[in-house]
């Protein structure tokens, strides 16, 4: 990836600031603003992680008295059948 400023020479990937200018730029103290491409940081993997296998985070059993849980069973309405009894998908 080239330096942002100067668009010559190879830009320095910074871990915390992303894609910054080059040596010779650095040098010259060239103000080039912002970085322009920010890494991912570690909270946003996570949350991430979070958003694209939430349904996986569903418990089966709901409630103090474990009754089915309604997300589950339309979620994965195959498992259900082998958490719960028919009478207990009926009421779901």
Same mark, same amino acid.
């Not at 040098?27 to 080039?32: E, F, L, Q, S, T």
């Not at 498992?79 to 009478?87: I, M, N, P, R």
């Given at each position: 990836? !080239?330096?942002?400023?100067?668009k010559?020479?190879? %830009? $320095? +990937? #910074?871990?915390?600031? @992303?894609?910054? =200018?080059?040596?010779s730029? &650095? %040098?010259?103290?060239? #103000? $080039? @603003? &912002?970085?322009? *491409?920010?890494?991912q940081? +570690?909270? #946003? &993997?996570?949350?991430? @992680? &979070?958003?694209? *296998?939430?349904? #996986?985070?569903?418990?089966? =059993?709901? @409630?103090?008295?474990?009754?089915?849980?309604?997300? *589950?069973?339309?979620?994965?309405?195959t +498992?259900?059948?082998?958490?719960?009894?028919?009478?207990e !998908?009926?009421?779901?």
């Open positions: 990836m !080239l330096c942002p400023a100067c010559k020479n190879p %830009a $320095i +990937q #910074d871990p915390t600031y @992303g894609v910054t =200018h080059c040596a730029c &650095r %040098a010259n103290k060239v #103000d $080039i @603003g &912002r970085p322009e *491409f920010y890494i940081t +570690q909270k #946003d &993997r996570v949350q991430e @992680g &979070r958003d694209k *296998f939430e349904k #996986d985070m569903i418990p089966p =059993h709901w @409630g103090k008295d474990n009754k089915a849980n309604p997300e *589950f069973v339309k979620a994965y309405p +498992q259900a059948t082998e958490y719960f009894t028919e009478e !998908l009926v009421k779901v």
